[in-house]
Every structure is written in C-alpha cells, then in structure tokens.
C-alpha cells in the first residue's frame, strides 16, 4: 500500500510540476507574442481556469505528501519526503502572498480596464512563478530520490 501511495503521490505532483513548467516556460511566452490584446485576454482566462484548479492540485499534493511522510515514517528517504513537503509548504505560502495577489487582479483585466502598469505586474508575477517553480521541481526531485 506504501508503494502504491508513494508513486501515485510522485505522479501527483509531477504533473504539477510539468504544468507549472510549461505555464512558465511555454504557455505566457506564446501568449506574449500573440498580437493585439490577445495575449492579455489570454493571460486572464488562464488566470481564471488555472486559478481554480491550482490550488486544489497543491493542496492535495500537499497532504498526499504529509500521509507518505506519516505512512513511510520508519522506512528510508524519509527525511526526504519530509523536506519535499517543506518545500510544497514554502511554494503554497509564496502562492497566497505573492503569486495570487496579483493573478486575482489579472483574470478581471480586460483591455479596456487593465492598469496602466499591467505588463510590469505580469513580468513580475512571471519571476515569482520561476523561483515557484523551481522550489515545486526541487519537491519532485526530492520526492523521486526517495523512492530509491
């Protein structure tokens, strides 16, 4: 059951980690380089689809997580699991403090009542997301190095 639980859980928040990547890495940069006000409207609607779906996601790996570390206690890589939540943690404070402040404001963004400051604030929801997702890809490594 352990083992079930440990690769379903490294499953889990591997995908995360490969949507998150390809938000950052992918994603913003095609709809960056979208004409017009199509990557702004772009942004917002992805901004509302992902901003529902995100935090249950990092939630739930969160607690699969918590139940290894519990559940896998006596067994090794323990201190691993353990460290990868913290940093599962470290990524869902930096979300509420950092990263959704600003994604709430940018879902309402349309062309017409967006700031004037819109792209600074995406730019910089952009490097706050990078230094999220390499704390999420330092996780899963964790999380894989475990299971060995």
């Known amino acids: 059951m352990l083992t079930a639980l440990q690769v379903f859980t490294t499953v889990a928040v591997g995908l995360m980690v490969g949507v998150e990547f390809s938000v950052a890495f992918v994603i913003n940069r095609i709809l960056d380089a979208l004409p017009g006000d199509s990557g702004q409207l772009g942004r917002a609607h992805g901004g509302r689809m992902l901003g529902a779906v995100m935090p249950v996601w990092y939630i739930g790996s969160l607690a699969l997580v918590a139940v290894w570390a519990v559940a896998g206690r006596h067994h090794g890589g323990a201190g691993l699991v353990v ?15 950092l990263l959704v402040p600003i994604n709430n404001r940018g879902k309402t963004w349309t062309p017409e009542n967006r700031p004037a400051d819109w792209k600074q604030q995406m730019n910089r929801w952009d490097r706050l997301h990078h230094v999220r997702v390499a704390v999420i890809i330092a996780a899963f490594a964790l999380l894989v190095t475990a299971l060995t």
């Open 83 to 97: 460290t990868a939540g913290a940093l599962l943690i470290l990524s869902v404070i930096m979300s509420l403090l």
